[in-house]
Every structure is written in C-alpha cells, then in structure tokens.
C-alpha cells in the first residue's frame, strides 16, 4: 500500500475532497452559464462570516455557516429575480457586507486566529468524521437535486424567459440552486479554503465546456475534471509537503489550460478535416454557401 | 408621436377589432391572446397605453414598430413575463400571469441568454427542451433521437446540424433550430420577438416562408413582433402598428403611409415605394 493511505488523515482528506470535487462541479456548471460565478466568491465571505460567528458562539462553525450561506443565497436570489438590484450588484452588497462582519467579528475576539487560518485556505488535513457526514449528506442532496431537476436546471440555464414558456418554474429553480450553492460553498470551504472556494466550483466547469459537445458529458466531465484535481493536487501536497487546498486549485487551473490546448488542437484537427472534405466533394471551400446547399438539397428531398 | 385624428384609423373604436369585411367571419373564431385595455411602465413613462386587441385562431398577426415602441413589451405581457398595471392580458381566456398550459404556446425569442459562453448542448438537446411538459425526474436519462425531435429539425431545415454544437451555428441556423424547439411540442400559438433581426437577407426568406406554412398549412396562429414590413404585407393576415399606442390594426394591406409615418415619426414612402408609387 502507497504510504498515502496509511495514515487516517490522507484517506478521510481523499474521501471529503472526492465528495466536494463531485458536488462542487455538478453545480457549477449551472451557476457559470448562468454568469453568477462570483457568487460562489461571495457566498464564500458570507460562510466566513458564518464561521466567525460560530467561534465565538461556540456553535459548530460549518452549522453557522451553512445557516448563513443558505440563507444569503436565498436573499441575493429575492434580490436579483425581483430586479431591485442587478444580479452583480447584489453579490456586490452581500459579498461586502458579510467580510466587514466577519472582520469586525474576529477583531472583537482574538485566540481563534489558527483555527480561523484553517478556514482561510482549507484544512482538508484535518477533516474528521463529523465534517464528513454533512458533506455526505449535502452530497446525496445535491446530487439527487440535480438528476432530478436536470431538466428545469439546463432550460433555465439556457434561456429563463424560454424555459417559462415551456412551463418551467424559473424563479423556483433558481431559487433552490442557490440555495444549495450555498450549502455547497459550505462543504467546500474545508478542503480549499473559504478564499479559493470559488476556484472548485468554477475552474473544473470551464475546461469541461471547453471539450464537452453536449449537456450531460459537460456535467460528467466536469466532474472528473474536479476529481483529478483534488486527487492530484492531494498526493502533490502530501509528497512535496504544500498547502493542499493551494496544490488543488492550481491544479485545476493545469486542468484547464490542458483542456484549452486539447480543445484548440481538436478545432484545428476537425477544421481541416471539414477542409479536407469539402475538396473531395469538390465543392468550393466557402462554408456558409455550401451550408445553403446542404439544406436546400434536403429540403428538396423532404418537401415539407 | 401625436397623431391629427385619433389614434385608430377604424371608426368602430378599439373593442372590435380586425373589423374589416373580408374578414367578418374571423368573428367566429375563439380569440387565443387579448389585450384589453392594458397598461404598462417600466417606473417613468408607460411603455403600453391603453392597447386593446385580439388574436383569434389561425390569425397571423404581425406587431409593427420602431424602437422603444413598447411592442416587446406586448410579447412579455403577452407571454406571462409581465403583469400589466392596468387593463387585462389573456391567453386562451386566462390571465397570462396566471396561466398554466404552456404546451399551447411557442416562443421564439431575438437572442438566447445563455448562448455566447460555450452552452453545451447540441442542437438536437436545444430541440427537446421543447417538449418538456413538467417535472420528470428522469429526464437526464432520456435517449436522444425521438421521432418528433427528428422531424421538428427537418421541418425547420437543420435536420443536418442536429449533433453540432448550438453554438457554432450561425444565427439564421440558431434562429431555426428555436423555431423547431418551439414548434417540437405542435403549440397552437407561436410567439416569436423579432426572429430574423442579424439573419442574412436570403436566411430571412427562408425563415419567413417556414412561418407563413406553419401559418397556412399547420393552422398554426402567429404573434410575430417585426421591424421588416416587406415580410409582413407578404405572409401576415393581421397587422397593429404600435407606438405606446395602437396606431393601426387591420390588414396588412390597409397599412397606408401615413400610418408609418405616424408611427417612426418620419415619412416611409421609401420603404413601400412601389406599392405607392403611383398613388403620389
């Protein structure tokens, strides 16, 4: 067995961050397409806040900060549906405010500053039993949320005034999935930190869409985009001796400039494949013309 | 915009609508979206003013008018995305904020939201996003290929692209593959906000030939919000002009050059120059 695995601490690291690199992606890939990427960042400050509630409450801070990601989420959500303020605006309000209480918060008490470093950029190191069961338990949730509303979830992505037109509760939709954003920056904050938090739930999602043709192999891939990395920049931390939510991040920054090379080197492959093509059909390499053709070739085929 | 003898053209006033001979028996169709006497402002100045009419089944109606004319505006009222201050919005005899029954209606939107950032989802996904007809939690398991998906794209000529991504299509391809997202689910009303603004001239041919047969030749009813006027006068069997106000409503072939006019605030004669060519 690889030294890795024999010390309790490294394999409850590598079960936590394989759940949070599950549940962080599942729900990103919503909140990137749907332009609310800062608000991971900014539910990442209010879960701070949460936190330096619950040091000085003396209340299981991750309880406390679940309480007040969930919560915001909810309020930005009210916010932004009801157009009292622009969606950036908003995160913008909440973002602040909640860092001026945590700061004021921890100026007002001082003997937590170690633990609260640990909050700062993740301690995955330490994740024991009881952390695991909530991000267990969030996991399950999350992704049972998101199989079952997978329609409502990508239609709303999509368009939100089409998806109601379809019959879609948008602003419920919308409702839940920050709802359990916030549960899920919640989750992450152990592995990565409450600074880099977004970092999970954001960069994954994006090398996926880089290479990814359809909905679901975005959401596979983004997924194992994030698995990679936690499992990757772990075994980096632990043999090189670094900040493991550090080593994970920039890990997934390696995935995506990878995925961005791939997928150009796919482009230019399939471009001159389509090239290379339209010589053999000896039609001219003009492809909004040939595209024409195409069409009115089938349309004479299949009058409708 | 104020106008020298009222806002409508008909002496009969703003309750009967379309009142026209050549199409008195529209009467006896059931209206399918109504307008009544419906208000709505954004905060500041009302963007609708006292609009009232009615589109009746297998109507074709196309919605003229310049910027800021409030005729998306109608659309959203129309489609349940707002509420009017004043007045009434109803969709197949109820409230259209309140109303349920969204497999009756398409839309076909101007842009897409989530369109511009790598969406992933292939043209034929976008196309089953029509069919949704309420929670499903199976829906991520759903195979792909189902025959009405298939013939949907083939009507509206993109049977082709159907494994591309829907963001490598050019906007006349996008703008079809809604219009079979939209017509996937046999709606009987269609909505459509301006579908061929940024299409090339023969992509928006096209385009229009494909609403005028689902028009004619499906009974398909047609609400499209237009700034082109040549299309109109060709597929559409119902006309309003808007300008806040209702400026005109009746056949498109009533639409004189004084109610253009009136309603983009400058003379259009160049715009219908040969229809009225000889009357000048």
């Known amino acids: 067995m690889p030294e890795i695995f024999q010390f309790d601490f490294m394999v409850r690291a590598l079960i936590g961050g394989s759940m949070v690199a599950i549940l962080a992606p599942a729900f990103g890939l919503f909140i990137v397409l749907r332009r609310l ?23 299981f801070p991750p309880l406390v900060a679940l309480v007040a990601t969930t919560s915001s989420a909810a309020g930005i959500e009210q916010l932004r549906s009801r157009g009292r303020l622009p969606g950036d605006a908003a995160l913008a309000v909440f973002l602040y405010a909640s860092l001026a209480i945590a700061v004021v918060v921890i100026s007002k ?33 999350v992704i049972a949320f998101v199989v079952m509303f997978y329609a409502e979830l990508t239609q709303s992505a999509f368009d939100p005034d089409l998806a109601h ?17 916030g549960a899920t920056v919640t989750a992450s904050m152990r592995v990565v930190g409450v600074l880099m938090v977004g970092a999970l739930i954001v960069i994954p999602v994006l090398a996926a869409l880089r290479l990814a043709r359809g909905f679901r192999t975005a959401l596979m891939l983004a997924i194992g985009f994030g698995l990679l990395s936690v499992w990757i920049g772990l ?3 632990f043999y090189a001796d670094l900040a493991a939510g550090g080593a994970i991040v920039l890990t997934t920054v390696g995935m995506l400039v990878l995925a961005e090379i791939t997928g150009s080197a796919l482009d230019y492959l399939s471009a001159r494949r389509g090239f290379a093509a339209i010589a053999a059909a000896n039609v001219p390499a003009d492809f909004p013309d040939a595209e024409r053709r195409n069409v009115e070739k089938e349309q004479g085929e299949h009058p409708n | ?36 006497d419906t208000w709505y402002s954004y905060g500041g100045e009302p963007a609708v003013e006292d609009v009232s009419f009615r589109i009746r089944q297998g109507d074709f109606a196309a919605v003229l008018g310049p910027n800021g004319s409030g005729k998306t505006t109608l659309l959203r009222l129309a489609i349940g995305l707002l509420k009017p201050a004043r007045g009434k919005v109803e969709l197949f005899g109820e409230s259209s904020s309140r109303f349920r029954d969204w497999s009756r209606v398409g839309y076909v939107p101007q842009r897409v939201e989530g369109l511009g950032l790598r969406f992933p989802a292939t043209v034929e996904e976008i196309v089953e996003h029509g069919l949704y007809r309420g929670f499903d939690p199976l829906a991520i398991f759903r195979r792909h290929g189902r025959s009405e998906v298939l013939e949907a794209m083939e009507f509206a ?29 046999q709606p009987e009303l269609l909505f459509l906000d301006e579908p061929v603004s940024g299409v090339d001239a023969a992509g928006r041919d096209r385009f229009h030939e494909l609403i005028a047969s689902l028009n004619k030749d499906h009974g398909m009813t047609v609400f499209m919000i237009s700034h082109d006027i040549g299309a109109v006068m060709q597929g ?12 005109f409503h009746g056949p498109p072939h009533h639409v004189t050059g004084e109610h253009l006019a009136e309603l983009y605030g400058f003379p259009v004669d160049v715009l219908l120059h040969d229809a009225m060519h000889e009357h000048r």
């Open chain 1, 235 to 237: 075994i980096i931390a």
């Open chain 1, 165 to 181: 037109v379809s019959g879609v509760r948008v602003n419920a939709t919308n409702l839940a999935l920050a709802i359990l954003t």
């Open chain 2, 236 to 247: 559409a069997t119902v006309c309003a002009c808007v300008n806040r106000t209702m400026v």
């Open chain 1, 109 to 141: 008490s001082s003997g937590f500053n170690a633990d609260l470093f640990g909050y700062l950029f993740g301690t995955v190191l330490s994740v024991n039993d009881r952390d695991l069961w909530l991000i267990g338990t969030l996991l399950v949730v």
């Open chain 2, 157 to 185: 000529g993109i049977a082709h692209l159907r494994s591309r991504p829907i963001e490598s299509l050019s906007v006349g391809q996008r703008q079809r593959a809604l219009i079979a997202r939209a017509i996937v689910g």
């Open chain 1, 37 to 59: 990427s800062l608000i991971a960042d900014t539910l990442s400050h209010v879960a701070l806040m949460g936190v330096a509630i619950g040091f000085v409450t003396s209340i």
């Open chain 2, 1 to 36: 915009m104020t106008s020298e003898n009222g806002a409508t053209s008909e002496p009969g006033g703003q309750a009967t609508l379309w009142q026209d001979a050549s199409i008195a028996e529209a009467d006896l169709r059931p209206a399918v979206c109504e307008f009544t």
